[in-house]
């Protein structure tokens, strides 16, 4: 059954001034989001910088969201994606513990593993988790491409409830939101956010939501409304500055824009580098410039 819609935004994880993962930051961001109208959180993905953190942290975060999301109607749905299926199990564990109603995970990662491979791992998460799974299509950055067929033999398990496409590949969005109405796709590209909607989407997973979910919220509504004119406004001024952050540096410029409007949640952990002075000026100008500021 379909039932996740609306805004998600993929927290970041705040950091104190010592480096350590900062749960006041992060339950103060997501108070944020939930007052512009998010209907969830995605949370230890890539904009978390899960792979820089260590097993425990990735634990401690998302307890501190759960807190925080406590006594609300949000879904938090934990990305468990990590190199090991016994790791993955292990996180996947704990998120249900935690309260999650849906895990999620990247492929696994750095061997190249084959299809088969890919695919016994998220049967076996769907059967051992005891937690409905969202899978995780993002070639860019796995470098696993799943096929319409692949995710056709994916989606015959009833414990997999839908797919985060990480992808600009419209065609195949299109396709898999006809053929299987009862899943959750999320589209996980936030600059076509409106595109996808227009095809059928009714849910999105993003970095950017973090600073632009007021934003966003409204492009969802005018969309689900059919004012795709006006929608197309939102979208465009949320373009403007994700080109700034994709040449910046998309997690590290999320977590500036954060700082901008007054929510420090520290710097990416290296080898991220910080912004340049220069970077700052120029995402700065391009937040005021459209309305995040
Ligand atoms: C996550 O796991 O945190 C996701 O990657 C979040 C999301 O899908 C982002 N994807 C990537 O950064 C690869 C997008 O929000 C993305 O940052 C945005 O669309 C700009 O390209």
């Known amino acids: 059954m379909k039932e996740y819609r609306g805004i998600f935004p993929a927290l970041v994880t705040p950091f104190d001034e010592k480096g350590r993962v900062d749960a006041d930051r992060m339950q103060r961001l997501v108070e944020k989001n939930l007052r512009q109208g998010v209907a969830g959180f995605y949370v230890g993905g890539s904009t978390a910088e899960s792979y820089l953190l260590s097993m425990d942290e990735r634990k401690y975060a998302l307890e501190a969201v759960m807190e925080a999301v406590q006594g609300t109607e949000a879904s938090v749905i934990a990305n468990v994606g990590v190199f090991a299926t016994e790791h993955g199990l292990a996180l996947a564990d704990h998120a249900r513990r935690a309260g999650v109603s849906a895990i999620s995970s990247v492929p696994p990662f750095y061997f190249p593993f084959c299809m088969e491979e890919y695919i016994h791992y998220y049967n076996t998460l769907a059967e051992r988790a005891q937690m409905p799974v969202i899978l995780y299509n993002i070639p860019a950055m796995s470098g696993v491409t799943f096929k319409k067929e ?144």
């Open 150 to 293: 692949d995710i056709q033999r994916l989606f015959e398990n009833e414990n997999i409830i839908g797919m985060k496409h990480t992808s600009y590949d419209l065609f195949q969005l299109q396709q898999l939101i006809q053929e299987y109405p009862e899943k959750n796709i999320f589209i996980g590209h936030d600059e076509i956010l409106l595109c996808a909607f227009s095809v059928g989407a009714e849910a999105a997973i993003g970095s950017t939501f973090n600073f632009m979910a007021e934003k966003f919220v409204r492009l969802a509504k005018l969309m689900n409304e059919g004012k795709q004119r006006e929608a197309l406004k939102l979208q465009d001024q949320a373009n403007r500055v994700i080109q700034v952050l994709c040449e910046v540096g998309v997690f590290k410029g999320v977590k500036a824009a954060l700082k901008f409007q007054g929510y420090d949640c520290g710097l990416c952990r290296e080898p991220f580098l910080p912004l340049s002075k220069r970077e700052e000026r120029r995402l700065y100008e391009t937040l005021l410039e459209n309305d995040c500021l």
